[in-house]
């Protein structure tokens, strides 16, 4: 039989790293300033780990919001990584993560057709999906059901062309197109009169 040498009682690993934790500390690359508390350094998801403090990381976010920079990367030099909204939405505001979502969404139908609804109470964003944005014309918001023009931004113009918009001024003309459209009457393309075809074929002279 081998005797031993009696071990010394080592701590366990989860007193080792709750005393490395609490004793250690860190310079704040942003700032150059000690931290020592482990509740006060940054954690991006542990996508880096770079030391920051969670105070220069929330100025940090708030100067690219302002910005509209949507994809937040990492300020350590030479780190390509992106910064996480849900591993910073405990450290920051609500307002803060609301824009940050916001400035997402917006980031995120940069390339599509878009038009907020031209209807004040309303106001709603709609995208068109399908394509096509150049014939796109008469639309209904999903949100407050009422139709506008998705070329021209207003509410829609009916018995009018995109390019007489301009001309009209008053809410009779708007009525009046409405029922023009409604009747399907057509204008005549020289003296802007409108036309009603009672019968026969599709060809009309104009008075």
């Known amino acids: ?20 934790s609490s004793s250690s500390t860190l310079t704040c690359e942003i700032c150059i300033e000690p931290v020592t508390l482990p509740n006060t350094k940054f954690n991006n998801n ?11 990381i929330i100025k940090y976010i708030q100067v690219k919001l302002q910005d509209n920079v949507s994809d937040i990367k990492c300020p350590a030099l030479d780190c390509h990584h992106t910064l996480d909204p849900l591993s910073c ?25 878009r038009v907020y609804c031209p209807n004040r109470e309303c106001s709603a964003l709609v995208i068109n999906r399908c394509g096509g944005g150049s014939k796109l014309k008469r639309c209904v918001c999903p949100n407050c059901k009422k139709p506008f023009c998705f070329r021209c931004k207003v509410p829609w ?51």
């Open 1 to 20: 039989n081998v005797n031993q040498p009696p071990q010394q009682n080592s701590p366990a690993p989860q007193e080792l790293d709750h005393q490395d």
């Open 46 to 56: 542990n996508l880096c780990t770079h030391p920051f403090c969670t105070d220069c």
């Open 89 to 113: 939405r405990p450290k920051i505001t609500h307002q803060l993560f609301d824009k940050w979502c916001d400035v997402l969404c917006d980031s995120a139908v940069l390339g599509l057709d």
């Open 157 to 207: 113009h009916a018995g009018y062309k995109c390019k007489e918009i301009e001309e009209i001024r008053d809410q009779n003309d708007i009525a009046f197109g409405v029922l023009s459209e409604r009747k399907k009457w057509k204008r005549c393309p020289k003296c802007r009169h409108c036309v009603e075809l009672v019968k026969g074929c599709n060809s009309v002279k104009c008075r």
